[in-house]
């Protein structure tokens, strides 16, 4: 694995490209009979990744700085209130003492974007307003996607309306079990054409898909019907994000590039909370996919908590010591 050296997030650099979006192609099903996984292979290789040095020490807080500039800040709880949303955005927008990210040279700093549930998206906008932070949203009946189809266009058109500018919509885990591709190649078609112009993340629930194989298989139907993002977990599964998961998914990534020249977007969520954990996702991503690939409109992690990890790592940084975690509230 590549080791993690200099990163170009600095403050005056924020990456503002953008990627053409994936339009989708016709549903391919030879090529998706033909997508295999080979599951010892992949999780042997997938053990290595946490043990080596991902990063060297000097570059460390650059790249922890990246890891923020590309995190979706999550809250998706039943007790979610506009106050709790509210404090999060601040956070989006301030995602470390600006002390701190002074010193280090990274003043304007914010997250990828806000990630809530419908009902708090038009308060999360309200509070961004101003920024260039986009509000996500995730609709379609999440965490389970199974309310009823037309319920489910419904919230994501309610979810643009109300200002979200991304979309991250659940697929039904059963069309995979099922092997049923061509439904859901369909159901995904269709919630991506209710997005509009707001991007659109797959999230694949792959800790209930079953199989590896599984996992590229929806991978590259979901790409086929024009998933702007595939995204591992709701964070609510058994089983979250994971490397061999990782390593599937972007492998399928990789291969959609090479067959169509189109480049998605990759979001692992759900379990996330540590820093470390995070620069070994970016040195993953770094290798398997190449840099462009690190920039937010093609990279995202979904985390609720992981902020606060980064920010006691930049502070000790900086200061040599560590905070307390409380000192951390949200993030
Ligand atoms: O989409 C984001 C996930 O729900 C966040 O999961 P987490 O709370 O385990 O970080």
Known sequence: MQTLTKTSTTADQLPQVHEQRNDGIPLDLEWVKAVQANTSAIERRAATLPGRRSVKKDYQAAWLCKAISVMDLTTLS?????????????????????????????????????????????????????????????????PAGLSPFHLRIQEIRESVDAGASEIDIVISRRHVLNGNWQALYDEMAEMREACGDAHIKAILATGELGTLRNVARASLVCMMAGADFIKTSTGKETVNATLPVTLTMIRAIRAYQERTGIKVGYKPAGGISKAKDALVYLAMIKDELGDRWLQPDLFRFGASSLLGDIERQLEHHVTGAYSAQHRHPIG
Request: aromatic share 4%; charged share 20%; proline share 5%.
């Open 78 to 142: 039943g007790d979610d209130t506009q106050d709790r949303v509210k404090r999060l955005c601040a956070k989006a927008k301030q995602p470390v003492s600006p002390a701190l990210l002074a010193q280090l040279g990274m003043e304007g700093l914010t997250t990828g974007a806000v990630c809530v549930y419908h009902d708090m998206v038009e308060t999360a906008v309200k509070a961004l307003d101003g920024t260039s932070i986009p509000v996500a949203a995730v609709s379609t009946g999440f």
